[in-house]
């Protein structure tokens, strides 16, 4: 946000954009949110939009765009082989991470499934600073293993540390030494780390990070999808970053890494992806899978508008202005919980708010899913849907026991430019009622459970009629209010 102080009392988030197109939102009565929830067997990826007021799932595909964005959609060139387009992008991405080559995907997993089918065999590690739920499920297919190697602040709720997402040098030394060089497939640096907040980590400790996996001969690879907020993080809170711009920045964690790749539907607010590299050893074994999976390497599974859209994102990804709306919303949403006495992660991350499900259910134990269980109880509350972020989205161990996670989160995302400072209070206003209640909220247990990424599709039931009583409530308490 453009340095703007205020006459009266405490600073608010100020947009930086005006709204020029709308799109009609919908809140159906609390009775109507049940049968929704129970229909969708509690799984908010399961809902229909029909029935959600504020979409607070991702910011994944759902960023507002701009109006220049839209503008360049206009003159796609559409062709297979060879589109003024793809030049366009690929100017653009090498011009932003100033790398030699760039491959397009069709989003970010498949950048990872890629990246695991090159270079992890049986028994390979790979120590990133958190695991994302596709990376790491790419990486086990392919007969791998994840070490988490974040620092131990980062599994911490409350902090008030300002790079939660650095990796401990100290852990990365251990693992290379205890599997061996050979058997590091590379190293994993998640920018603006998802699974814990949306944390970002410094300038410093990714160039540290470079150097031992450099002398260790073993590639960094970033995930660049939540660049921008882990860029404006640096900007604010990285003395060393103070002074530079976003664009130099940028290129210093590109030059710190060996192999870049990025969710277009997070960076850039459009759909798609795409690898980057300066080493033709590497470029030319990526390329190999592109036309395999993807499309053709003027394409790779997007389509001509989406990369205009894309093109134009990323110089935006440049503008402080744009870069700053997502985490100062966020900033003010974990405030205001915060103050509020809501459990929620400190310092506030990029992506979304995330409340401390363990903490705000803590009757709830993680084998009956209590930020699932949140989240089918927020939105209840609220028709507001969020996204488990917990034990639920993590995958059975190898004897099929439950992998307990180490933080339970309902994530409450803030997709950029979507959302009015008055709908945020409304989220956090819907908040405060049900930690009210939250006794009244119990556990969930599976009726389907699918074997791979079981959060996208399964079903589960609740483990009482809790759910009538707290729609009982609502109306007790709310009367004829949506
Ligand atoms: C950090 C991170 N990496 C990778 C991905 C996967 O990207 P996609 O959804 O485009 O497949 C995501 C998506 O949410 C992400 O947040």
């Not at 009775?31 to 229909?48: C, H, P, S, V, Y």
């Not at 002074?243 to 964690?253: D, E, S, V, W």
């Not at 798609?272 to 990526?286: D, H, M, P, R, V």
Request: charged residues 25%; hydrophobic residues 40%; proline residues 3%.
């Amino acid at each position: 946000m453009a340095n703007v102080k205020f006459y009266a009392g405490e600073s608010f988030p100020l947009e930086m954009h005006k709204v020029r197109i709308i799109q009609k939102l919908n809140l159906v009565s609390v009775e109507d949110r049940l049968k929704a929830i129970k229909e969708a067997g509690n799984n908010t990826f399961l809902l229909q939009n029909r029935d959600v007021f504020m979409d607070m799932l991702t910011d994944s595909g759902v960023n507002a765009m701009s109006d220049r964005q839209l503008a360049s959609m206009m003159e796609a060139d559409d062709s297979y082989a060879g589109s003024e387009t793809f030049c366009r992008l690929e100017n653009s991405v090498k011009n932003f991470f100033g790398t030699k080559y760039f491959l397009p995907a069709h989003q970010g997993r498949a950048c990872e499934s890629i990246l695991s089918k090159i270079f992890v065999k049986d028994g390979s590690v790979v120590p990133m600073n958190y695991h994302f739920t596709t990376a790491k499920a790419h990486i086990t297919i392919n007969g791998g293993k994840v070490e988490e190697i974040i620092i131990d602040e980062g599994l911490k709720i409350k902090s008030s540390h300002p790079f939660k997402g650095n990796i401990d040098i100290g852990k990365l030394n251990a693992v290379i030494k205890n599997y061996g060089a050979s058997n590091v497939a590379y190293v994993r640096m998640e920018a603006g780390t998802n699974l814990v907040g949306g944390q970002p980590f410094s300038l410093e400790n990714l160039e540290e990070t470079s150097k031992v996996c450099r002398a260790a001969k073993i590639p960094l690879v970033l995930d660049a999808s939540l660049l921008a907020d882990n860029l404006y993080f640096n900007k604010l809170r990285e003395e060393a970053c103070k002074n530079m711009t976003l664009a130099q920045i940028t290129r210093r964690f590109a030059d710190a890494s060996d192999i870049i790749y990025f969710s277009a539907r997070k960076l850039g607010f459009g759909r798609g992806g795409g690898i980057c590299t300066n080493s033709e050893e590497y470029f030319l074994k990526i390329r190999e899978m592109i036309p395999l999976y993807e499309g053709f390497l003027t394409y790779g599974g997007m389509s001509v508008r989406e990369m205009e859209a894309i093109a134009v994102g990323l110089s935006e990804t440049l503008d402080e202005d744009m870069i700053s709306q997502g985490p100062i919303f966020i900033d003010y949403m974990v405030r205001e919980l915060d103050r509020k006495g809501v459990p929620v992660i400190t310092p506030a991350g990029g992506l979304g708010c995330h409340v401390d499900a363990k903490a705000f259910l803590d009757h709830i134990p993680q084998s009956q899913y209590p930020a699932g269980a949140l989240g089918s109880a927020y939105f209840i509350a609220s028709g507001i849907r969020g996204m488990e972020r917990g034990t639920l989205s993590e995958q059975r161990d190898e004897n099929g026991a439950e992998t307990f996670s180490n933080m339970e989160l309902l994530r409450l995302a803030l997709p950029r430019r979507v959302f009015t400072l008055s709908q945020v209070n409304y989220a956090i206003d819907r908040m405060l009622w049900l930690y009210e209640n939250r006794k009244l909220v119990e556990g969930l247990r599976f009726v389907e459970e699918p074997k791979i990424l079981r959060f996208f599709f399964g079903r589960l039931d609740p483990v009482s009629d809790w759910q009538n009583k707290l729609v009982a409530k609502f109306r007790a308490d709310f009367g004829d209010s949506l």
